[in-house]
T-cell receptor, first 117, second 111 residues
Framework: DTAVSQTPKYLVTQMGNDKSIKCEQN?????MYWYKQDSKKFLKIMFS???????INETVPNRFSPKSPDKAHLNLHINSLELGDSAVYFC????????????????FGPGTRLTVT | RKEVEQDPGPFNVPEGATVAFNCTYS??????FFWYRQDCRKEPKLLMS???SGNEDGRFTAQLNRASQYISLLIRDSKLSDSATYLC????????????FGKGTMLLVSP
């Protein structure tokens, strides 16, 4: 059984289009994340939701909008796609974060490879 | 100084070799430390958490030195299947902390 799943696995689209990536986890976790891994393989946090509330929002263009309809789902919508958005986007989940406490191990989805032409 | 720094590699070793990876982190308030493994074109997967006392899981041993802000991973008796990129991961240490990933060290184990 897949713990963290993402759809689609591959996404090829043209500049200027709007696209969405969906993520679902069946681990019962309260916290979910979106990461971007660029061509240099550097994995960087974009957003984090804790119990459906946005708690981490790194410096990401506001063309990127996450939405968490419930604790098990975190979707990512991207408007006006640009060439620089081409990357692999990973969703992840973990046990709930508490301010000032450490972090729990995160479980990653298989990734969505986005190519903008 | 980068938040999490690792040897870039690649490390090319024969099967059966022992290999060690090093990692340094900049935030002295960090509390959580992990090693993740990422195979080519796959998602990162947790290899092991790293505890202050050091910990071992089969052929893998992780060490943490808080005073030096240094983490290590030792792999003994390397297998072909160990070929992957190893990511050093540290939490940010403030507020709702999350994980900061190093760029990874690639390991290639050859027959």
């Amino acid at each position: 059984d897949t713990a963290v799943s993402q759809t689609p696995k591959y996404l090829v689209t043209q500049m200027g289009n709007d696209k969405s990536i969906k993520c679902e986890q069946n681990l019962g976790h309260d916290t979910m994340y979106w990461y971007k891994q660029d061509s240099k393989k550097f994995l960087k946090i974009m957003f984090s939701y804790n119990n459906k509330e946005l708690i981490i929002n790194e410096t990401v263009p506001n063309r990127f909008s996450p939405k968490s309809p419930d604790k098990a789902h975190l979707n990512l919508h991207i408007n006006s796609l640009e060439l620089g958005d081409s990357a692999v986007y990973f969703c992840a989940s973990s046990r709930a974060l508490t301010p000032g406490q450490g972090s729990y191990e995160q479980y990653f989805g298989p990734g969505t490879r986005l190519t903008v032409t | 100084r980068k938040e999490v720094e690792q040897d870039p590699g690649p490390f090319n070793v024969p099967e059966g070799a022992t290999v060690a990876f090093n990692c340094t982190y900049s935030n002295s308030a960090s509390q959580s430390f992990f090693w993740y493994r990422q195979d080519c074109r796959k998602e990162p997967k947790l290899l092991m958490s790293v505890y202050s006392s050091g910990n071992e899981d089969g052929r893998f041993t992780a060490q943490l030195n808080r005073a030096s802000q240094y983490i290590s991973l030792l792999i003994r008796d390397s297998k072909l299947s160990d070929s992957a990129t190893y990511l050093c991961v540290v939490n940010t240490g403030s507020g709702y902390s999350t994980l900061t990933f190093g760029k990874g060290t690639m390991l290639l184990v050859s027959p």
